[in-house]
């Protein structure tokens, strides 16, 4: 398996307009989750879903964010407008449902600038 | 999920064991320790989980203290390639679906000096 694809690995936009980021997770993998990292804030969870469906979004900064996952190979993160604050990596990440096999594979990531 | 306290870095002579302590003294009963590291400009990886028996894998040893308020990653000879950010996570159990979170702190950079 290729493990878990992120596009694109940079993105540069300027301050107002709509990005997307996507991912594939891990062929079988029921979890996903987006994470993301500044210096300031370190590694933060955003939003997961369980078999397709959004369990928690308590981590969405705010309404310019929006997760969806229209199915089990596809997932995208939208900000719109985007703002320099946003500038980040952002992490996909998934994970089997299984209680004995908890590990969460990790996308090698976006590296978002907003200028 | 119970806090952890780890150094926030600290070095190790290529070929020599690494060992990271992590402290999470309001563990409860059903929290796993978990250990993920990062390497610079790559996405965090899983190196190893426990809850109160000692582990090892291919990558790492993982000791945790009787009373389960402390644990130790164990890399037995490091590399160059050992050098990243080490995070130390307690979480509760799986529970079919829910809860499912893993929250990251700050980490301990390890460096591996040639």
């Known amino acids: 398996d290729a493990g878990v694809i992120q596009s694109p690995r940079h993105e540069v936009t300027e301050m107002g307009q709509e990005v997307t980021l996507r991912c594939k997770p891990i062929s079988g993998h029921d979890y996903l989750f987006w994470y993301r990292q500044t210096m300031m804030r370190g590694l933060e969870l955003l939003i997961y879903f369980n078999n397709n469906v959004p369990i928690d979004d308590s981590g969405m900064p705010e309404d310019r964010f929006s997760a969806k996952m229209p199915n089990a190979s596809f997932s995208t993160l939208k900000i719109q407008p985007s703002e320099p604050r946003d500038s980040a990596v952002y992490f996909c990440a998934s994970s089997p449902d299984s209680a004995t096999n908890e590990k969460l594979f990790f996308g090698s990531g976006t590296q978002l600038s907003v200028l | 999920d119970a806090k952890t306290t780890q150094p926030t870095s600290m070095d190790c002579a290529e070929g020599r064991a690494a060992n990271l302590p992590c402290n999470h003294s309001?563990?409860?009963?059903?929290?796993?320790v978990y250990w993920y590291r990062q390497i610079h400009s790559q996405g965090p990886q899983y190196i190893i989980h426990?809850?109160?028996n000692n582990e090892t894998n291919e990558m790492a040893s993982l000791i945790i203290t009787e009373d389960r308020k402390s644990s130790t990653l164990i890399l037995p000879h490091a590399t160059l390639r050992d050098t990243a950010v080490y995070y130390c996570i307690v979480r509760v159990d799986w529970s079919g679906g829910s809860n499912y979170k893993l929250t990251f702190g700050k980490g301990t950079l390890l460096t591996v000096n040639p």
């Open positions: 309001t563990i409860s009963g059903n929290e796993y």
């Open positions: 426990g809850l109160k």
